[in-house]
């Protein structure tokens, strides 16, 4: 309750948590909202959990489909 719609991924190897992340759902009107969402104080980092659901080419039945990567490390800019 209060939550904008989003899933939650956890990337594990072995017994260790590497990764513990959520993604939100593009253009979601409850975005604005979030309070976990909105903690996100910077834009780029904000607009990469941030994924547009797209209609599955081919289905019968509705389905969407994303893409959202997930990066364990940050490389340095130039």
Same mark, same amino acid.
Request: with cysteine; charged share 30%; proline share 8%.
């Given at each position: 309750?209060g939550?904008t #719609?989003h899933?939650?991924v956890?990337?594990?190897?072995?017994?260790k948590?590497?990764?513990?992340?959520q993604?939100y759902i593009?253009?979601?009107?409850?975005?604005?909202?979030?309070?976990?969402l909105r903690?996100?104080?910077? #834009?780029?980092?904000?607009?990469?959990?941030?994924?547009?659901?797209?209609?599955?080419?081919?289905?019968?039945?509705?389905?969407?489909?994303?893409?959202?990567?997930?990066v364990?490390?940050?490389?340095?800019?130039?």
């Amino acid at each position: 309750p209060g939550r904008t #719609p989003h899933i939650h991924v956890k990337v594990k190897k072995g017994g260790k948590e590497l990764l513990v992340t959520q993604c939100y759902i593009k253009g979601e009107p409850a975005n604005d909202k979030d309070g976990v969402l909105r903690g996100i104080r910077d #834009p780029k980092a904000k607009e990469s959990v941030i994924v547009a659901f797209d209609p599955l080419k081919g289905s019968k039945i509705g389905e969407l489909a994303a893409k959202f990567d997930m990066v364990l490390g940050k490389t340095p800019e130039a």
